[in-house]
């Protein structure tokens, strides 16, 4: 017997039949013994169009009105799923935020997570109660209802089952488990059974679009065992623990599941950064800060930064690249700061992808930099930038060689699967 929390997505909650099949999935993991919660998406595309509802209303809307409305969408698949397992003959009933009680910051629109009290919840479960929660959504100190950001119900799961002190947390999506890149690039990509936290991490953050960067991270910090599974399965479909998803785990624990685990875990592609270039910048000290203390400031995130070596007459040039969606914002601030900043011109590029590669196996292995670049150069690929960490190589490439890239480093790296 586990005690197990569950995520449901959007696309698992679009419309009636899709959440019938949801209480049915849920049903057995009751059935199976289990003490159960789970934690619901609005329906797909439900936040999109009340989002639209506030900007019609007011374009400089208050943004905690904004969470009030935004946060019904949850609010009503919670409710439906609850009937639909009453329906099936469950003990059920939904839990909103302030009832649990989530409580958060009063970072409107944008809150995070403090603390989640647990008592009522854990003696409901207990007692063979299913609790079916709104992700998303939580309570601020003033006691108004706050919403954690876009995608924040898998953090929502996540932060539950730290609270209930679940075996594990189960999230459900439109894929059945994390592959070692994209099965639509690739089609010999295979399913990983294990990935650590930190792959995973790493991972989210460069591209994949599996979980929520968010979500990973409070799991690591929590220790909380997370499994990526599909909930578009056959009605007859086996429970959830014997289904083959992928499971994220601790690096200590993996090491104990698989000894003989990859060197490299998986590749991501990322079409979202744009390229910066500032030329004949003085190379002097705080030429540098001028440049990202601005940006800093302004709450824009840069990822890769190369500095040229210094020429002759005491001048580098200094490439990065940011958001493709602060791309705009970036270029209006250095211009401002021009003459403070000292560069000659301003050269901008949205044309481009960064390929990632990650894998715990680099911390003790050698190579694996140089066998990007080497299979990268033998087809004629040219990176424009390079970033590293103890997990990770990432470079930036022209945008039309993405999937070439990717299929390149994945038979390089002996990934490809039957």
């Known amino acids: 017997m586990a005690r197990i929390v569950m995520k449901f997505g959007g696309t698992s909650m679009a419309g009636t039949e899709r959440i019938r099949r949801v209480a049915r999935i849920v049903q057995r993991q009751q059935a199976a013994g289990h003490e159960v919660a789970v934690v619901v998406s609005a329906?797909?595309?439900?936040t999109d169009r009340l989002v639209n509802f506030c900007r019609e209303a007011n374009p400089l809307y208050d943004p905690a009105e904004y969470d009030v409305v935004v946060a019904s969408g949850e609010q009503v698949t919670s409710g439906l799923l609850a009937m639909h397992l009453q329906a099936l003959g469950c003990k059920a009933r939904s839990w909103l935020g302030?009832?649990?009680?989530?409580?958060?910051?009063?970072?409107?629109?944008?809150?995070?997570?403090?603390?989640?009290?647990?008592?009522?919840?854990?003696?409901?479960?207990?007692s063979g109660e299913i609790a079916v929660i709104p992700g998303f959504q939580g309570v601020a100190p003033t006691g108004r209802v706050t919403t954690l950001g876009r995608g924040g119900s898998d953090t929502s799961a996540v932060a539950v089952a730290a609270a209930v002190k679940a075996d594990r947390c189960?999230?459900?999506?439109?894929?059945?488990?994390?592959?070692?890149?994209?099965?639509?690039?690739?089609?010999?990509?295979?399913?990983?059974?294990?990935?650590?936290?930190?792959?995973?991490?790493?991972?989210?953050?460069?591209?994949?679009?599996?979980?929520?960067t968010r979500s990973v991270s409070l799991a690591m910090k929590e220790r909380v065992r997370v499994q990526v599974?599909?909930?578009?399965?056959?009605?007859?479909?086996?429970?959830?623990?014997?289904?083959p998803g992928?499971?994220?785990?601790?690096?200590?624990?993996?090491?104990?599941?698989?000894?003989?685990?990859?060197?490299?875990?998986?590749?991501?592609?990322?079409?979202?950064?744009?390229?910066?270039?500032?030329?004949?910048?003085?190379?002097?000290?705080?030429?540098?800060?001028?440049?990202?203390?601005?940006?800093?400031?302004?709450?824009?995130?840069?990822?890769?930064?190369?500095?040229?070596?210094?020429?002759?007459?005491g001048e580098t040039d200094v490439t990065f690249t940011v958001p493709i969606s602060d791309l705009a914002r970036t270029q209006a601030l250095l211009e401002e700061r021009k003459d403070t900043i000292g560069y000659y011109r301003m050269l901008a590029n949205s044309k481009v992808a960064k390929i990632t590669v990650v894998g715990v196996g680099m911390r003790s292995h050698a190579g694996v930099a140089a066998t990007m670049f080497r299979a990268l150069a033998d087809r004629g690929i040219n990176i424009q930038a390079i970033t590293t960490s103890e997990i990770k190589v990432s470079v930036l490439i022209d945008e039309d060689e993405t999937e070439l890239a990717v299929r390149v480093l994945h038979t390089a790296y002996e990934m490809d699967g039957e």
């Open 229 to 243: 599974l599909s909930s578009f399965i056959d009605d007859d479909a086996p429970a959830a623990d014997t289904i």
């Open 170 to 212: 189960d999230i459900y999506t439109d894929v059945d488990g994390v592959y070692t890149t994209d099965p639509r690039i690739v089609a010999k990509a295979r399913k990983l059974k294990n990935v650590t936290y930190e792959e995973m991490l790493e991972l989210a953050s460069v591209g994949s679009k599996v979980l929520q």
């Open 43 to 46: 329906m797909a595309g439900e």
């Open 246 to 313: 992928t499971m994220i785990v601790s690096d200590e624990e993996l090491e104990g599941l698989d000894m003989e685990r990859q060197l490299i875990t998986g590749i991501a592609a990322d079409k979202n950064e744009a390229k910066i270039t500032l030329t004949r910048i003085a190379d002097r000290p705080g030429a540098v800060a001028a440049i990202f203390g601005p940006l800093a400031a302004a709450n824009i995130n840069v990822d890769m930064i190369i500095q040229n070596i210094a020429k002759d007459r």
């Open 98 to 126: 302030w009832q649990v009680p989530i409580k958060t910051d009063d970072a409107h629109a944008k809150a995070r997570i403090e603390d989640i009290d647990a008592d009522a919840l854990m003696a409901s479960m207990a």
